[in-house]
């Protein structure tokens, strides 16, 4: 099998769609001309090695590009911004106040622009809920590519003609918000903050900073002073800047921050004791902070943009919250993040989808499945073929991040839990790794190593990625971790349907709980292969 991988492993096509009218494009044409923009595993090395050097040029160079397709910065005023950063939380955070917001002020138009996507690049971009249609996709897309290839004058000459990936995204999301005329926007930085290219709107409404994660600083070499500092590039002059409890090095980068960018208030936002009562839409006792942070920021907004609005709402120290804003939290969608997904096709599997991939995110993680009310259930009630529940872990992480680091905080996070739930049989289930079987793909869609187009990714290593390194390693952590593991249930495998395959092969034994984790790219690709999405991704 794996020396069968590396001939099938592909690159993307190079996109011809650039001369072509725009009545003949279509969706399809529209994402490989977005795929050939992405950066390659040794471009990111390159911007790694630099120490973050190169990512000083992000915002002359996105400025340039943005000019080329005809704006100016100050025209992205306009889009009435809450702009969020953090390490972690900032996804399930934008989530909350795009909630929040589109329940309090029923008739805005609520822009939302998030990443990574889970299936369909065009989840990045949503108004009210929704995503981007394909026709609207593919229509503003090429608006944007075709005034990048046609405007070829550049100022700086190290501005490369096209801009990379997430670059590209986010100045389609400002051409189709502008387009339609959103009401509102929140919009998730990508990376960073200080030099993301999202952050070009000169005057945002709002600004929020989540959880700085500890694990970004051993990633990216990082002190936390410095993510602090990164992070708190996002405030600007005379916009509140609001973050919650961070680490004293990491607070005080970001307070300096609040006062060097001259921002109109600084506010530490503490994690609501009252939101105990609401049953937010996003499961996970960390949410409970993001909801917090989501709570102030969309009051701030409100105090801004519709002061008659936000005065009318009760006060929200103390309570009671706005029913609106209750509303909006316990309706709070965002797939992929601590979802229990019951299969519609096939009804003896439960999936549990968590792209957590940090140590804090997966810390998390572990929290959430280890429940008795989650992945510790004892009996199945959907079946009464047996009541023996069989348990699989699918996993994969980033080349260059400590696998056996991740696996152990999953392993750890079940120990503490069975334990502290007192559950029959504990002590086996520990010594056993819990999991019956464990299984380390690549984030391949397919067996004939086709991916679908939305989920390419042209970032990992394709040497490393053809040799199944990281999962061998990842299987090797495992055994390392759990010595007397049985080695016909530890499976390193070329693609996530291969891993479908096995998990749908042991169905006919009873229930099968799966937790996919560690890579947002490998749930998605579970989502698409497993036919879910009907499920997963509905709002």
């Given at each position: 099998m794996l020396s069968t991988l590396s001939s099938f492993l592909r690159s993307p096509t190079s996109?011809?769609?650039?001369?072509?009218?725009?009545?003949?494009?279509?969706?399809?044409?529209?994402?490989?001309?977005?795929?050939s923009l992405q950066s390659n595993a040794a471009?990111?090395?390159?911007?790694?090695?630099?120490?973050?050097?190169?990512?000083?040029?992000?915002h002359p160079e996105m400025i340039e590009y943005l000019g080329r397709i005809g704006y100016r910065p100050e025209d992205l005023n306009t889009?009435?911004?809450?702009?969020?950063?953090?390490?972690?939380?900032?996804?399930?955070?934008?989530?909350?106040?795009?909630?929040?917001?589109?329940?309090?002020?029923?008739?805005w138009k609520v822009g939302l622009y998030t990443s990574p996507h889970l299936v369909a690049v065009r989840e990045r971009i949503r108004v009210n809920g929704e995503p981007i249609s394909e026709d609207d996709f593919t229509r503003y897309f090429f608006e944007v590519w075709d005034r990048l290839q046609e405007n070829t004058t550049r100022k700086l000459a190290q501005t490369s003609l096209m801009p990379a990936y997430f670059r590209f995204m986010t100045l389609l999301a400002f051409h189709y918000f502008s387009s339609i005329k959103v009401d509102a926007t929140i919009l998730e930085v990508g990376v960073g903050g200080l030099y993301d290219s999202t952050n070009i709107v000169p005057k945002p409404i709002v600004t929020g900073i989540t959880s700085l994660g500890?694990?970004?600083?051993?990633?990216?070499?990082?002190?936390?002073?410095?993510?602090?500092?990164?992070?708190?590039?996002?405030?600007?002059?005379?916009?509140?800047?609001?973050?919650?409890?961070?680490?004293?090095?990491?607070?005080?980068?970001i307070r300096d921050q609040a006062k060097a960018q001259k921002a109109s208030s600084f506010t530490v936002v503490q994690t609501m004791p009252e939101l105990q009562n609401v049953k937010l839409g996003l499961s996970g006792a960390h949410q409970f902070q993001n909801a917090s942070l989501a709570v102030n920021l969309v009051h701030q907004y409100l105090l801004a943009r519709q002061p008659d609005i936000a005065e009318s709402l009760p006060s929200l120290y103390p309570t009671p919250l706005p029913p609106s804003y209750i509303n909006g939290l316990e309706a709070t969608r965002f797939p992929g993040r601590c979802q229990e997904v019951a299969d519609p096709e096939h009804t003896k599997i439960t999936w549990f989808l968590d792209g957590a991939h940090t140590i804090e995110s997966l810390t998390s993680c572990a929290e959430w499945f280890f429940q008795p009310t989650v992945g510790l259930k004892q009996s199945d009630a959907r079946t009464v073929i047996s009541s023996k529940r069989q348990r699989v872990l699918i996993f994969n992480c980033t080349s260059g991040r400590n696998g056996e680091k991740f696996l152990n905080v999953v392993l750890d996070g079940m120990k503490k839990r069975v334990l502290q739930h007192q559950i029959d049989g504990g002590a086996e289930l520990i010594e056993r790794?819990?999991?019956?079987?464990?299984?380390?793909?690549t984030n391949i869609t397919y067996v004939d190593g086709r991916s679908k187009a939305d989920l390419m990714n042209n970032t990992v290593d394709m040497d490393d990625l053809s040799k199944l390194k990281v999962q061998s390693e990842l299987s090797q952590a495992w055994t390392k971790l759990v010595p007397d593991y049985?080695?016909?249930?530890?499976?390193?495998?070329?693609?996530v349907q291969h891993a479908i395959e096995v998990v749908h092969g042991l169905e006919s034994a009873g229930h099968v709980d799966v937790l996919v984790a560690g890579s947002l790219h490998l749930v998605g690709g579970v989502i698409e292969v497993a036919g879910i999405g009907s499920v997963a991704m509905a709002t």
């Open positions: 996109p011809t769609t650039s001369t072509r009218k725009l009545s003949t494009r279509t969706y399809e044409d529209a994402v490989t001309a977005l795929n471009t990111l090395e390159a911007v790694r090695a630099s120490g973050g050097r190169l990512s000083q040029f992000a889009l009435n911004v809450l702009h969020i950063t953090g390490t972690k939380g900032k996804g399930s955070t934008s989530a909350f106040c795009d909630a929040m917001l589109r329940k309090t002020v029923p008739t500890v694990d970004h600083t051993a990633v990216l070499g990082n002190t936390l002073k410095e993510i602090g500092y990164q992070k708190g590039g996002i405030y600007k002059p005379g916009v509140p800047a609001l973050t919650v409890e961070q680490p004293e090095e990491g607070m005080n980068a790794g819990f999991f019956d079987h464990a299984i380390f793909c049985p080695k016909n249930r530890i499976h390193v495998l070329p693609s």
